[in-house]
């Protein structure tokens, strides 16, 4: 066996992990809400500072990972996570909610996010690229969500600092097998990528600051159009998935009479479908146009939240109908935005340039997040968040089909003329 499939399982259990921390807010809104007297608009700002934090930790990520190689990076990040998970049962006044959940936890959930699944996946696999990809992108996305049951059962039933213990031990107990097995390049073994025919053009090591080649990924990205179209409509996504339905699908199932255990398990079954749909736009990736595949994906999304607010008053039917048609799209728009930017920035640029454009997912997150908390507490329900965020994606949906087709081809490298060995 490859080692590259060592190296893709060892990312697919760190990102698994990573995800625990994020799908708590749905789960603690209403016991946080309960304990404290904190209004939903107030927790919804702790929820934000994690999703924002969550994306622009990306880019500079992915520099630190150039910088320092893959398992330091990770690491870190997971202890950062169980601290931050484990602190949190301490915490009596919001600004600990927002430092702890927000700041800690964002920091180090951000870290080992989808940059870090596009970067194994673009680094260790020729052939197969999109699939694993859509593998990891489901570790991170459908972890979160399928866990949430437990989650949802221990802070119904034992209280919701436990679900927070629970999050920060599973942290702790893949550092081992990070530490031990990941690594960073193929060559580092002497191996090439898997399904590979060269050796790779490795790039040398940047040097100085990590902040400052952040950076500089970023000025790559904005000078070109299709930056923007990509951000945009993954600011879009951030806002349609993470901000909206991980965050406000549980209260809002709970305001139309559901127990939380309940609308915790629709989210779980929304990550169920997820691994399908993720691992089939994996495999469709490596096969089509991203560009009319991202076009599907975002239409039939505004579609479905589009007809959320109607499904709450059908009670089981509708909302299984929905969770079974949204659940197959909830990352599924990851793999082809990859490709596409593998593509127009090459994989030299790439993780810098996509982790720019993963902090767009997760500012429209944090802003869904926070707005539509808002608009529950001032309407009373969340219809127009929905309707609104339905409305966005299939604006989104004619902004993927303005990325160009395709990118000019940079002039192959001189090939080196091997000198004769005599012995």
Known sequence: MHYAWIVAGVTFLALLASAGFRSTPGVLIVPLEREFGWSRALISVAVSINLVLFGLTGPFAAALMERFGLRRVVVGALALIAAGSLLTVFMTSPWQLFLLWGVVVGLGAGTIASVLAATVASRWFV?????????????????????????????????????????????????????????????????????????????????????????????????????????????????????????????????????????????????????????????????????????????????????LPYVFGSRYFGLVLFVVFYGLDWVATVPPTVQLARRVFGPRDMPVVYGWIFAAHQLGAASIAFAAGAVRTVFGDYQLAFMFSGLLCLLAAGLVLRIARSTPEAPPLPVPVEQPVYS
């Open 127 to 307: 052939q197969r690229r999109g699939l694993v990809l859509g593998a990891l992108t489901a570790a991170g996305a459908t972890g979160q969500l399928i866990i949430l049951p437990g989650l949802g059962w221990l802070a119904q039933y034992e209280g919701w600092r436990w679900s927070a213990i629970t999050v920060g031990v599973a942290a702790i107990s893949v550092v081992p097998l990070v530490a031990l097995l990941l690594r960073n390049r193929p060559a580092d073994m002497g191996l090439r990528a898997y399904g590979a025919t060269a050796p790779d053009e490795l790039a040398p090591v940047p040097g100085g600051s990590p902040i400052l080649n952040a950076f500089r990924g970023l000025r790559v990205g904005i000078r070109s159009r299709d930056f923007w179209l990509l951000a945009g409509s993954f600011f879009i996504c951030g806002a349609s998935t993470n901000g909206l339905i991980g965050t406000h699908l549980i209260p809002a199932s709970m305001d139309h009479g559901l127990a939380e255990v309940t609308a915790a398990s629709l989210l779980a079954v929304i990550g169920i479908f997820d691994v399908i749909g993720t691992l089939a736009s994996g495999y469709l990736t490596d096969r089509f146009d991203s560009r009319w595949l991202l076009f599907i994906y975002y239409g039939l999304r505004g579609l479905s939240l589009l007809f």
